[in-house]
């Protein structure tokens, strides 16, 4: 009888030692979350796969709207560098970011548009300034406004094929008279002083076009930027009415906003990301039909796009509801910069509103060329994106009315 007991006893040892994994898994995909099963899933996965040599990353088909959303809130390891990437086929270019500038989206009442602020620090100067202009200080420029954004012909761009203009945005500049002279067809604001004043012009109009092919509509906006003394800017913005997203190129690097809404959708989006996209990646860019954006897609590997640096981040989680001295906040605009790109439309210099003089310190002037260029196809994304939410609100059509005008009653 001790005999038989100190058998069992053996074999139930040696159970208690084997793995413990069904018959149709193998040691490799077992005890992924570390000995104590306590781990993280998501972050030691991918370390596991980091730890194995050859093997791939990853790989999901572009067009599935679904798998993207998943892995952008996925928090990924760090353990990939860059030679590992370009190994394995992924290549990307983005600009190592050393700071976040914060740009608030301000509806005034009574006011048509909306305008953008070039930080946070500047709004708040501008609320306790009562919204007055003559109260800014020159040589830092809080308080001022950077773009005031005016829509047009929204209505009419959805029937139409040609170039329409649907937006004009306008940029608010500082000038010394001593030292140099408004832009071209600008116009006075206010005089803070005998050499001092605000001058308001157009930096940007926005053209649509529509494109049908094979039951698709091809959108593009052109974005034209107008440079004091020089040769208009063009850069364009494509995306189809049947997909959600929109792709454009700026540094020669492609970007994607992941997030906008297609036409069909009856709600807007609250939340958009900037992302940059590897160089081997379908864009509507490069690819001109969707049938040639999913064909691509399939035929080469491509990384999810939770993987994918994050140049901007547009969202509302600081919208207000109830104005405060007759501003409301309507979104926010979490913008990456860098010393790494040459800033100027033509990686020169930037736009040269005036001379050398201790106003060009002004936060206007040191805003990055690439900076405004995203912000001003963001402001275009909020605007299509808002109309839709006014349409399902209780407040939406008579506050609309205040904050834009009859535009705030269009889409």
């Not at 959303?69 to 290549?91: K, M, P, W």
Request: glycine residues 6%; proline residues 6%; charged residues 20%.
């Amino acid at each position: 009888m001790d005999r038989v007991r100190s058998l069992i006893g053996s074999h139930r040892a040696r159970n208690r030692q084997r793995p413990l994994y069904s018959h149709n898994e193998t040691p490799s995909t077992t005890n992924l979350l570390g000995a104590d099963g306590n781990g993280d899933d998501q972050s030691t996965i991918f370390e596991h796969e980091i730890d194995r040599p050859g093997t791939a990353e990853p790989t999901v088909n572009e067009g599935d709207d679904n798998a993207d959303a998943a892995t952008l809130n996925t928090a990924v390891s760090e353990g990939s560098t860059i030679g590992d990437l370009q190994r394995q086929g992924f290549i990307n270019r983005a600009p190592r970011f050393t700071s976040e500038r914060t740009m608030p989206f301000i509806s005034i009442l009574l006011q048509r548009g909306f305008f953008v602020f070039p930080s946070e620090e500047s709004f708040q100067f501008f609320l306790h300034n009562k919204r007055k202009l003559d109260n800014i200080d020159p040589k830092t420029g809080l308080g001022l406004p950077l773009f005031h954004a005016v829509s047009l012909n929204l209505v009419k761009s959805l029937f139409s094929n040609q170039n329409t203009p649907v937006m004009r945005i306008y940029k608010y500049a500082v000038i010394d008279s001593q030292c140099g002279k408004p832009p071209l067809n600008s116009e006075l604001v206010l005089e803070i002083n005998t050499n001092i004043s605000i001058y308001k012009f157009e930096f940007c109009t926005i053209l649509k076009k529509l494109e049908s092919h094979n039951f698709s509509s091809r959108v593009e906006h052109d974005f034209i930027f107008h440079i004091n003394n020089e040769p208009d800017v063009h850069i364009p913005m494509i995306n189809y009415n049947q997909r959600k997203n929109a792709d454009t190129t700026v540094h020669g690097l492609n970007l994607r906003w992941y997030g906008t809404t297609s036409l069909a959708s009856p709600f807007g989006s609250n939340s958009i990301n900037l992302l940059v996209l590897d160089d081997t990646m379908a864009t509507y860019m490069n690819q001109q039909t969707i049938e040639e954006f999913d064909s691509y897609c399939r035929s080469r590997p491509t990384r999810p796009l939770g993987y994918l640096p994050v140049w901007a981040r547009y969202t509302d989680d600081k919208v207000s509801i109830i104005p405060k001295k007759r501003s409301l906040r309507v979104a926010t605009l979490y913008m990456q910069e860098t010393d790494s790109l040459n800033d100027g439309p033509n990686s020169a210099t930037s736009i040269p509103y005036t001379n050398e003089s201790e106003i060009n310190s002004n936060i206007i002037d040191n805003i990055p060329w690439d900076s405004q260029v995203l912000t001003c196809m963001c402001m275009l994304l909020h605007e299509y994106e808002s109309r839709k939410d006014k349409r399902h609100t209780a407040w939406g059509s008579s506050t609309g009315y205040m904050l834009n005008g009859p535009a705030g009653l269009l889409m």
